[in-house]
């Protein structure tokens, strides 16, 4: 059994501290850890991944038993959603990066669809229902519907494309162009991996990003992305054949952003409510994004 304390001999996030200390465990378990109240750094419980902790912290797991409670207690620390929208048929939250849509399993609690779940409760709605996702890394506008009546319906329009989706990147580097359009196929592999398909039309599936360099910075660029298709890690995949990967993603573009996250956000969806009215639903981009625009070094 590995020591369960470590000194910080090197400044770093506590997910990447925690990955030395087990590194055969994945990212999800080490989270896990993070999100039932295990971990300490110099005696104070810590409950963010993607916090930066300072050399000659200690970092300290306590044992299962230490953590949180079960069910009520992890219910009472549940933190509020920010809401964007909400009615009687839906809720549209602001999803903070570095927190599920959904839980991938059964020990994992704290998620937006838990958040909001116990926000819908408390003002009298009896269940939620998931609409659509984004990824961990990913922040802005999620949607939950209020009954399984309202979420076929709104379902049915992302399937059939009606949604429109629109995210801001902060990308590394300058595309060639000033706008465009991707659409390179992505395969979902059997380990659950995906990837790019490069010069065949028959495996994989459709993808569709759509493109425009709103500004510019000494090495990074703003990109507004408008997207047909909504394949895991659709827009990361893009960026990267285009060239310009997203700041902050290290499993599949450039990596660490100095700001600490993946530079994507989801900025607006525009959709028909079940009562035939137009909704637009808007996330300002995250202060920590636009930073990024002005950095003049790596």
């Not at 996030?13 to 087990?22: A, D, K, P, R």
């Not at 810590?46 to 300290?60: L, M, Q, W, Y």
């Not at 895991?232 to 310009?244: D, S, T």
Request: charged share 30%; aromatic share 4%; with cysteine.
């Amino acid at each position: 059994m590995p020591d369960p304390n470590i000194k910080v001999e090197v400044e770093a996030t506590l997910i990447e501290i925690l990955s030395l200390l087990h590194p055969a465990a994945k990212k999800n378990s080490l989270r896990r850890m993070i999100d039932h109240g295990r971990i300490r750094v110099d005696g104070k419980r810590k409950n963010k991944a993607n916090e930066r902790i300072f050399c000659g912290s200690v970092v300290t797991v306590v044992p299962r038993a230490d953590g949180d409670q079960k069910t009520g207690t992890q219910a009472n620390i549940l933190q509020d959603p920010e809401i964007l929208y909400s009615d009687d048929s839906l809720i549209v939250v602001d999803k903070p990066e570095g927190l599920l849509s959904v839980a991938t399993d059964r020990e994992e609690f704290d998620t937006m669809y838990s958040r909001t779940a116990k926000w819908a409760s408390e003002n009298k709605r009896t269940r939620i229902y998931l609409v659509h996702r984004l990824d961990r890394e990913t922040s802005g506008c999620l949607i939950f519907a209020t009954s399984p009546e309202t979420r076929d319906i709104l379902q049915k329009q992302f399937k059939n494309r009606s949604i429109e989706r629109i995210y801001y990147a902060v990308v590394y580097g300058k595309p060639e162009t000033t706008s465009g359009i991707e659409t390179t196929r992505i395969q979902e592999t059997k380990d659950k991996r995906v990837r790019l398909v490069i010069g065949t039309k028959r495996a994989g599936k459709e993808a569709i990003t759509n493109w425009k360099v709103e500004k510019t910075g000494p090495i990074n660029s703003l990109i507004r992305i408008k997207i047909d298709t909504g394949r895991r890690a659709q827009i990361r995949l893009h960026m990267v054949n285009l060239g310009c990967p997203v700041l902050g993603d290290t499993r599949y573009g450039r990596g660490k952003a100095s700001v600490n996250r993946l530079c994507l956000h989801a900025t607006e969806l525009a959709f028909i409510h079940p009562n035939g009215e137009t909704i637009n639903i808007k996330s300002n981009i995250p202060k920590k994004l636009i930073s990024e625009l002005s950095r003049r070094s790596l």
